[in-house]
């Protein structure tokens, strides 16, 4: 739910929860989730000012000069081979776990520490943690080496490390307990697991949108927006008054990302108290304030449209049938490797899946339905994102003299700051994008005016 191509919190969120947040690291070089912190990255680039964007005639809506044209496709192919790769090598480890019995190792290991199984337990799910993010590191760490060296990123290596510890310690903290309690209730019901699972999935991911403005701040800085931008809260106003969010300065946050990043961008997170709005002060302040408006009606509109709460939902009815699906086939992985991989049976039960290695045969599963299932996720949040872009057009109607123009030069900036690529291949767009391509939203505000020849637009009545 952010105006750049970063992943949705919430989904940040169920990757923690399935084990999988190592290859969600892995997959975002460059435009990397802000709680975990690790690639966003910027550099030397110029702040994204208003580069004249649109050049030829009938031109694209969203172009970069010549040599930036350059960076953006080489980066893009880094971004990309490093973010499918990266899964790939996800699913490729937690197999190699299994099959060299590294998991059935670390269970036995964990055993001769301690006789309470709850402590083997986090001893395992803490290890099996560290380990996948030891795993996926040399991903993380190409991934912020470009950053760096194309001048997305302006992160200090220390400090850059930094967070991935703090990253790693919130996994710990959070991820281990919550493993642990899913284990626990394969163990409990061995046959409906999956339904345990899932329901105990749905207060937690709830949970999680909850809390994650609160644990932002461990990784950087937020002040008050009205503090040094006090003439942009003050049109900022006059775009909630006209969405009727009921957003006011006080969730209103400016994030100190320039100490880390040099690209742009702006999310409303949290639900209910912990519900706000973040401008990155790459964005407020370096772009013209009409552009920062169209970025706070986008924003506003996941609100509006209730997107967190859809995006809930899909993501409820999505998993009661992936773990239904994956419960199949790591039953089906179990028979068929289960001895070779020394996953060890209940003594009360026929269900290896219960001991911990075998939980890391569920883990397996579900993150190959997650890897397959990206394209779909991806999909709905285009759509989301698409709605919100058509909602923040509107919503600074009125308000700044050309909403069309706003956006287009909105989208260029972040095209530019962020050095996306202009004509990324189909495919790519496909499985990899969770916002549509920057060329598709430029080019669908340079046309969208809905109030031509007096028509109305979708969200607004005028
Ligand atoms: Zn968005």
Known sequence: MTFARRWPLAFCFILLLTGLAPRLRAALPATAPSAQAPAAQAAQAQPAQSQPAAPQPAAQAYSLPPDRLAKA?????????????????????????????????????????????????????????????????????????????????VQGWGSWLGDQSKALG??????????????????RWPRRYWL??????????????????????????????????????????????????????????????????????AYVNGIGATKRIVVWDTTAGRIPNDEVLFIFGHESGHYVLHHIPKMLAGMAVALFFVYWACAGFAAWLARR?????????????PAPLSSRAGFVVLLFAISVAGFLLTPASNAFSRHFEHQADVYGQEAIHGIVADPQKTAV???????????????????IEFWLYNHPSV???????????????????????K
């Open 73 to 153: 496709i080489a980066l893009s192919r880094i971004r990309n081979i490093l973010d499918i790769a990266g899964s790939l090598w996800g699913l490729v480890f937690l197999w190699l776990l299994l099959a060299t019995r590294a998991a059935a190792g670390l269970e036995a290991w964990a055993r001769r520490i301690s006789r309470h199984r709850w402590v083997q337990g986090l001893l395992f799910f803490a290890a099996f943690l560290i380990i996948t993010t030891l795993a996926s590191l040399p991903f993380d760490i190409i991934g912020h080496h470009f950053g760096r060296s194309y001048g997305i990123s």
């Open 170 to 187: 919130l996994s710990l903290l959070l991820g281990a307990p919550i493993l642990l309690l899913f284990n626990w209730i394969v163990r």
């Open 196 to 265: 345990g699972i899932w329901v105990a999935t749905l207060p937690l991911l709830a949970l999680g949108i909850f809390v994650s403005p609160l644990l932002e701040p461990i990784f950087n800085k937020f002040e008050p927006l009205a503090k040094n931008n006090s003439a942009l809260v003050a049109e900022l106003e006059k775009v909630a008054a006209r969405t009727g969010t009921n957003i006011p300065p006080e969730r209103m946050f400016l994030m100190k990302a320039s100490i880390k990043t040099n690209g742009l961008n």
């Open 337 to 349: 490797f289960g001895a070779l991989w020394r996953l060890q049976g209940q003594e009360d039960g």
């Open 409 to 427: 030069a909105a989208f260029n900036a972040l095209g530019e700051a962020w050095l996306e690529d202009p004509n990324p291949s189909p495919f």
């Open 439 to 461: 060329q598709t939203r430029a080019s669908f505000a340079a046309h969208y005016d809905p109030w031509a020849n007096g028509g109305r637009g979708q969200f607004f009545d």
